[in-house]
């Protein structure tokens, strides 16, 4: 992965505003990626601050650890589901601010090894964590058709679930998926036309919501996240669709009816005109906020 890739955070102005950050608070960026919403932070965290910096990509906590050598802030590979060992692990029972900025990542994206995209020559994969067992090559040319068409369904909300579902069995039976533009061209044939977004763009989604098992885990997080916080402390997310936004929504609303949550954005805050036009990667982004009562 090019250290050169730009990387701007996602909504880092609010993210600040909402985690009301305080000097010598603890916080967990748990999907610290090249670590920019942890470079905002920890410049307000002073001497005795601390973040707690967790990602399943090897690659990316690798360049995070030289953007963010820093004394006070502790990269650790991990999963939303290691989240409470992880901080429990390095001495601390509670903590004042977590932080999710979910789904793929632009460096993910761009280097195409990596097996993300549909303009990928390259293997399929799009393992978040590259020693993880599943991949997306083992999803498309092993799930039987039913349960390759309810992936697609659920996980890319794909109006076409079930002949595309079929459009892969067909081409099995002939010869093997191995690169993402294979599945990417196979896609567009039963589209037919192209619209505005590419017709490829929801079962790659689903798939690799499938191979990172990006809805558990992200669940999972939530769960970590309402028993770590302490009470003031702050909980950010940024989605970038419907499914993820629906649980976040979902378990926010819950803790507030159950007296855990004070929900802070009534409605999902998104980017404004002068943060799509530098970063237009950040238009389906939106964050919603709660305090821990």
């Given at each position: ?124 994969d799009m393992r978040m964590d590259t020693e993880s ?35 892969i069995i067909d081409r099995r039976k002939e010869k ?118």
């Amino acid at each position: 992965m090019p250290l050169e890739i730009v990387h701007s955070p996602v909504l880092a102005r609010e993210v600040v505003d909402f985690l009301n950050i305080v000097p010598g608070g603890i916080y967990v960026d748990a999907t610290v990626g090249l670590g920019g919403h942890a470079k905002e932070i920890v410049s307000r965290i002073g001497s005795d601050g601390r973040i707690i910096g967790i990602d399943r990509d090897e690659e990316a906590l690798i360049i995070a650890s030289e953007r963010l050598s820093d004394g006070r802030i502790i990269l650790t590979k991990g999963k939303f589901s290691d989240m409470e060992t992880i901080v429990h692990r390095n001495g601390i029972s509670q903590v004042d601010g977590v932080i999710f900025d979910i789904g793929v990542s632009m460096a993910q994206l761009k280097n195409h090894s990596r097996g993300f995209s549909y303009n990928s020559d390259d293997r399929l994969d799009m393992r978040m964590d590259t020693e993880s067992r599943l991949s997306a090559w083992e999803v498309v040319n092993t799930y039987p058709e039913k349960e390759l068409g309810r992936i697609l369904h659920e996980f890319g909300e794909e109006r076409f679930s079930k002949k595309i579902a079929r459009a892969i069995i067909d081409r099995r039976k002939e010869k093997r998926f191995e690169t993402c533009r294979e599945l990417s061209n196979l896609v567009e044939q039963v589209y037919r036309k192209r619209g505005r977004i590419h017709p490829a763009t929801r079962t790659f989604q689903a798939l690799r919501i499938e191979v990172n098992r990006e809805l558990d885990e992200l669940r999972a997080g939530l769960d970590a996240s309402a028993l770590l916080l302490r009470k003031g402390g702050r909980l950010c997310v940024i989605s970038y669709h419907s499914l993820e936004d629906r649980i976040v929504k979902r378990c926010f609303i819950e803790n507030a009816k159950n007296g855990l949550f004070k929900i802070l954005t009534k409605k999902p805050v998104i980017p404004g005109t002068k943060e799509l036009r530098s970063n237009p990667s950040s238009r389906s982004a939106k964050l919603r906020s709660a305090e821990k009562l």
